[in-house]
Every structure is written in C-alpha cells, then in structure tokens.
C-alpha cells in the first residue's frame, strides 16, 4: 500500500522518497582541536595538521593518557556575558558559539516561523566539567556549596535548550544522546523532521568538553584511549600500530532547510543531506558485532535513501577510531554496504587522526568534512598511516589529501551500546 509516507516493497517499509521534502545545509560554525571556525578548521584539515598535543586542562603525572586534542584558544567572552559563563558548561558554551556562527551565515532567524524552527543537537557526556567540579567541591566543602545551577550545568538537554532560546526556536528542541554517534544521529533526526513536515529549518550538530581527569580516567582504565606520548603515534586509525582512540573536543553546527524555502530566499547552500541510516548492533555494550551487522545496515539504508548507484563516485569519512577492533569492523562494513568492487574504489579517511576522538562531536565535524569534501572536490586524509594494517585493505587516503570529483559523501558514526548512524551528501 501506499498513503504518502509508504511505497509498495516487499517488506512494507521502503520509504517514498519522491514524496519527501528535501532538506539542504545553508550554514555552518566550528569550534574545533584545529580551528574556531569551518573556515580554519577545514584548511587544517586539507593540510593533515595535527591538532592532538599534551593535555593542559589537568596534571596528568598520574594518567597512563597524556595526550587529547583540545581546543586551543576559545574565548566565551565572544559569545556570552561573563554571567552567563559562569552559568554554562563548556560543551554547551562550544556549541552555543558552532551554532551562532552557522545560524548567522544561514542568514535563518526571520525568514522562518519561530514555531517552525527546531533544534536537535547531541552530545556524548553532556556537561561532565561540572559535574567534576561540583563533586569536589561536595567531597571538600559540603552540600551547601555546590552550585544551585549545577543540574542545568551539568544536563546533556541544555545545549540544545540554550541554542533554542538564543536563536527563538519553538519547534521542538532535544539533544540526541549515542555516545559517539550523537552528532550523526542529531543531524539524521533534524533531516526526518524537515522531510516529513514538522520543521522548516533545523539547527542541529553535536559538542563534546570532556577531557577532563574523571572521563579520561575512565576510558584509559577500559584500554579505550591510546597510551601513546607521542602526537604523531597516538591516533593511528586503520595502521597496525593502533591502541586506542585520543580524545578530543569541540562542537559543530549545521543549519539545514527545507530546499524549496532556501532556494526561494537565495540562501546558499553547501549541499544536501539525502540520506539517514540508524540502527544498533543490539550486540554487546562497547564492541561492535563482528559481523559489522548494523554498521553496514545504517549504510545500506542511507545509501538507498540516497539513491545509490554503482556508477557514484563515493568517499566514506569513516568512523575510524583507531582502536583494535573498530578498524576491521567498519571495513567490512563498507565492503558490505558497497560490495567489495565498488569498496575498493571508493576514497575512506578518518579525519579523527588529526582532531581525535570528538564523541559527540564527531558526526558533526565530520558531516561538516563531507559538505567540504564534495563542494571542493578535495578528500581530507588519514596522516600518520604508516603501516597499513592487512585487515583494512582499502584506500585510506594516507599522509595527504588528494583531488576527488566525488559525487555521493557517507558520514559513519558507531557507539557505544551497538548504536550505528550513516549520514549521506550529495551536491545540489
């Protein structure tokens, strides 16, 4: 049956897509390891910086991690009254800053209803800063001194409420909270509201401010994070040398439109959001299924929502932590998802080599790399890989970025909990 929403298939499911409203990006912000705008970050990004260094935000003489990808130079004062500083986390102070600057160069306050702008925004953690902060002060102080604002400091709700109020958006505003796939997933949700009416502008993303002692404390005592001293041997996604992720931080945000309202207000457009997969491994609480089940599920249904054909020139900015297993993992993902052929053709990077892990955070910048990539026809690459691991036989775009007309970019993000999400880009 079809009413609209659902086309005949076998299974019952198969969305409609002809009768879907599209939804493109008109505006981006970046608050990053490798720069505070889209601008910088990207130029770094084509450059193969590295934006991992020794962390300052804490002694870490006692920490096995010594290393994370901060970001360097952020000053709140930009975009808050100091009171308001005092009042706000630093991930929600970083995306508070991504989405100013994306909703500014969309040009998006005015020319939509505020009833029919939304926000959905993610986050891995949350305001975690506060919440180690304000513990100490209940071990070393008391109850009496912990802050009456701790708990709206400290929810992983109020990056999205803050961006709502700022920006007079009274369509819904949620966070997406999938470890690292909250940026992807936040960014896929906003789409399905624009597609099926709910919203004609949506401004979405993720942020993550979690190098601090407790949350590094705790992915080093898991074997999660690398060990490494050294920047350039610390975040190694797909060589064999590889030991664990370097964990980053920062925020981006994306403005995505409804097509026919941006194009009738002549906003510009980086590109279109045409594909959403999300699905979970339903498997174990930190690895990925062997199988790579799900990860290749997501794919498989952004690459359909996409259209995907095999004549599609495809680059894949992969999860690509540089753990043991999610290398292998995600590789047999994409084998699965494009077929071994159409795989070994396509270009795969992982840009968290140079911003490390970014948590929630990720999927954001790393949807931001795809616009980049497919509007300059330039694939960012996968630096420091040296010694390329024989269970990941693809072409990672090693040391150096190179020219690519591609015409169909996927953004993969795998979280804890088995959660999956696929992002899919094309031009306009």
């Known amino acids: 049956m079809a009413d609209g929403l659902f086309c005949d298939s076998p299974t019952g499911i198969e969305v409609c897509m002809s009768e879907m409203r599209r939804a493109v990006v008109t505006g981006m912000g970046a608050v990053t390891p490798l720069g505070l705008d889209v601008e910088t970050t990207w130029q770094q990004l084509k450059a193969g910086a590295n934006g991992i260094a020794p962390i300052t935000r804490f002694d870490t003489s006692n920490y096995k991690a010594k290393l994370a990808a901060e970001v360097k130079g952020f000053d709140p ?6 009171n308001d500083i005092l009042r706000t986390d630093l991930y929600a102070q970083y995306a508070v800053a991504a989405a100013e ?3 500014a160069e969309s040009g998006i306050e005015g020319s939509v209803e505020p009833e029919r702008l939304s926000v959905y925004f993610g986050t891995g953690i949350g305001g975690i800063g506060s919440l180690e902060r304000e513990h100490q002060k209940l071990m070393e102080r008391g109850p009496r001194r912990v802050s009456a604002l701790f708990v709206p400091m400290m929810i992983a709700n109020m990056a999205s409420g803050l961006i709502a109020i700022r920006h007079d958006c009274r369509g819904s505003a949620m966070p ?7 940026g992807s997933n936040a960014i896929g949700e906003a789409l399905r509201l624009i597609r099926h009416g709910y919203a004609d502008a949506v401004i979405t993303g993720g942020a993550e401010a979690s190098v601090y002692g407790l949350s590094v404390a705790g992915f080093v005592n898991m074997q999660a994070l690398s060990v490494s001293e050294n920047p350039d041997e610390a975040s190694l996604p797909f060589d064999r040398r590889r030991s664990g992720f370097v964990i980053g931080e920062g925020a981006v945000a994306l403005v995505l439109e409804e097509y026919e309202h941006a194009k009738a207000r002549g906003a510009r457009i980086y590109g279109e959001i045409c594909g959403y997969g999300s699905t979970c491994d339903a498997y174990h609480i930190t690895s990925p299924h062997p199988e790579a089940r799900g990860g290749a599920r997501a794919m498989k249904d952004a690459m359909r929502e996409a259209g995907y054909t095999e004549a599609d020139r495809v680059y894949v900015n992969a999860h690509g932590t540089g753990t043991p297993t999610n290398d292998p993992v995600e590789t047999l993902a994409i084998k699965k998802a494009l077929g071994e052929e159409a795989a070994s053709r396509a270009w795969v990077s992982s840009t968290k080599s140079m911003t490390g892990h970014m948590l929630g955070a990720a ?9 980049m990539a497919l509007k300059e026809g330039v694939i960012p690459p996968t630096i420091n890989l040296k010694e390329q691991d024989e269970a990941c036989d693809l072409n990672y775009v090693p040391g150096s970025a190179v020219r690519a007309d591609v015409t169909l970019a996927l953004s993969n993000s795998l979280g804890f909990g088995g959660h999956n999400a696929c992002l899919a880009f094309r031009k306009v």
């Open 101 to 103: 600057q994306a909703a």
């Open 176 to 182: 997406a909270v999938t470890a690292c796939a909250s």
């Open 363 to 371: 999927g954001a910048i790393e949807a931001m790399v795809c616009l």
């Open 77 to 82: 004062k930009q975009y808050f009254e100091q």
